[in-house]
C-alpha cells in the first residue's frame, strides 16, 4: 500500500509564512511528478504547483513568486513553501504523486490534505 502523509498547516497571519510537507511511504519503486492543490471552502480543488523527477517545477500564475515547490528523492518526500500569505490562501492542500509501484502499475496517490488559515 503507498500513501501520502501531509503536515505543516495551520494558522498564520496575514504576511506570514508556513512550510508545507508530504512523505510518501509504502511499495515504491520511482515517483514521477508530484503536485500541490488545493480547495477552498465552496470552490473547486486548484493546482498550485507540480515538480518532476528532475525537479523541473510549474505553478498556477497568481502563485508565482510567492510559493516555491521542492522535493527531496532521497526521501520521497514533497515540499511547499508558502510566502506572504493572504486570506485568500486559505484552504485545504493536496500532495499528489504518480508513484510507480510495481514495473506494471502506477498509482495516482492523493494526501489526506491539511488545512491552511490565513486570519488575523
Known amino acids: 500500500q503507498v500513501q501520502l502523509v501531509e503536515s505543516g498547516g495551520g494558522l498564520v497571519q496575514p504576511g506570514g509564512s508556513l512550510r508545507l510537507s508530504c512523505a510518501a511511504s509504502g511499495r515504491i519503486l520511482s515517483i514521477n511528478v508530484m503536485g500541490w492543490y488545493r480547495q477552498a471552502p465552496g470552490k473547486e480543488r486548484e493546482l498550485v504547483a507540480v515538480?518532476?523527477?528532475?525537479?523541473?517545477?510549474n505553478y498556477a500564475d497568481s502563485l508565482k513568486g510567492r510559493f516555491t515547490i521542492s522535493r527531496d528523492n532521497a526521501k520521497n518526500t514533497l515540499y511547499l513553501q508558502m510566502n506572504t500569505l493572504q486570506p485568500e490562501d486559505t484552504a485545504v492542500y493536496y500532495c499528489n504523486a504518480f508513484i510507480r509501484a510495481t514495473a506494471r502499475v502506477t498509482l495516482n496517490v492523493w494526501g489526506q490534505g491539511t488545512q491552511v488559515t490565513v486570519s488575523s
Open positions: 515538480i518532476t523527477s528532475g525537479g523541473s517545477a
